[in-house]
């Protein structure tokens, strides 16, 4: 069979790649997996809350590999006022993340209740900025790892009400239900949805670190569900990674490991496997390139280069990085069927 050649390179809607030497090691990553646009998370150790940072930020990655485009956000948090907000949309920065306090790893800073950001969504609505949420609710009382995106889900159809012309982005859903919840809203809200959640389901983590990630992988129903999403050709659901590079040694801790699954190095691979599996390889350039690029517009940095598909074993690499600052891979010393070339 003849390689698959993509127009452009692929364009990742969520990604994080820390500070330090773990941003050293993981933002060759991105190009290396078949990536030229990278939507940066700000849930930095602190995270990143004025504008002034997400910019130092910016230039620290630029300077590990300038040739990627990364687009910007901030962390919602109080400082993010609504003036703060027009100084962001006048530097560049594309989002801002919401992260629910103390439902994932670095959300400390977190929101407690949305009311009090109506202003700040506001002037993002005036602004077009994109808002990310990051869709589950704190688990407490009846709500659980398995329920908490079903129950952030009136949450995201308020907020789309109220602001109806504010881009919201359901960031890595995993739930059947967060799939009909985002087609049933208007044009300006989508979903990302990552490689892992494309075939795990909660046997895969229950035991295994390297895939525990948040929100949760869920029933078979679910992950059917997210498949079915991502190889239907609507441009409501797109590629965000979520790749969530953790030292190993915080990932083999007895209790208390992080949540992050690591895709970077081979993100389109994983999503072709899925797809070929599927017989949907004619909708994987769509959902990898195209759909987020169409919804973000952006202004992206000229390549040179893109990716080609073949239909070729290979085996992930066990480990990136030595020592106790290495990160392991999805799948792990696992056989993929397709090979992401750079061409
Ligand atoms: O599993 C996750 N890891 N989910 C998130 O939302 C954050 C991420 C991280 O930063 O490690
Ligand atoms: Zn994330």
């Given amino acids: 069979m003849e390689p698959i050649k993509f127009l452009k390179p692929a364009a990742d809607f969520h990604v994080h790649v820390r500070d330090g030497e773990m941003m050293k090691l993981v933002v060759p990553t991105i190009r290396q997996g078949g990536v030229s646009v990278a939507y940066i998370m700000p849930n930095l ?20 590999d300038s040739e990627v485009t990364y687009v910007m956000t901030l962390y919602l948090s109080t400082a993010i006022t609504p003036e703060v907000i027009h100084e962001a949309a006048k530097a560049g920065i594309t989002g801002v993340k919401c992260y629910p306090a103390g439902v994932t790893t670095n ?49 995201l159809k308020d907020l789309h009400t109220r602001f109806p012309k504010l881009r919201i982005v359901l960031e890595h859903c995993t739930s059947a239900a967060a799939v009909a919840a985002v087609k049933e809203c208007g044009p300006t809200v989508a979903a990302t949805i990552t490689a892992h959640h494309l075939s795990l389901i909660i046997d895969n983590w229950a035991g295994n670190a390297h895939n525990y990630c948040k929100p949760v992988a869920k029933l078979p129903s679910d992950r059917d569900a997210l498949v079915e999403a991502a190889t239907s050709g609507s441009p409501k659901f797109f590629f965000g990674s979520d790749s ?100």
């Fill in 107 to 155: 959300s400390d800073y977190g929101v407690n209740s949305y009311v009090p950001y109506y202003p700040t969504f506001a002037a993002m609505e005036e602004e077009n900025m994109v808002l990310n949420l990051h869709g589950e609710c704190p688990s407490a009382g009846h709500i659980h790892v398995l329920n908490a995106e079903q129950e952030f889900l009136p949450t």
């Fill in 244 to 343: 969530a590079p953790h030292p190993v040694v915080n990932k083999e801790k007895a209790k208390g490991y992080s949540a992050g699954v690591f895709t970077q190095p081979n993100v389109v691979a994983y999503v072709a496997d899925v797809f070929a599996k599927t017989g949907k390889l004619d909708k994987l350039e769509d959902f990898v390139c195209n759909f987020g690029r169409n919804f973000y517009n952006i202004a992206e940095k000229p390549t040179d280069w893109t990716i080609a598909l073949k239909n070729e074993n290979v085996i992930v690499d066990p480990l990136l990085g030595t020592g106790p600052g290495a990160v392991v891979p999805f799948m792990a010393g696992e056989p993929l069927d397709w090979k992401v070339e750079i061409v």
């Fill in 45 to 64: 150790v602190p995270p990143l809350t004025a504008v002034k940072d997400v910019l130092a930020y910016k230039s620290r990655l630029e300077e590990v």
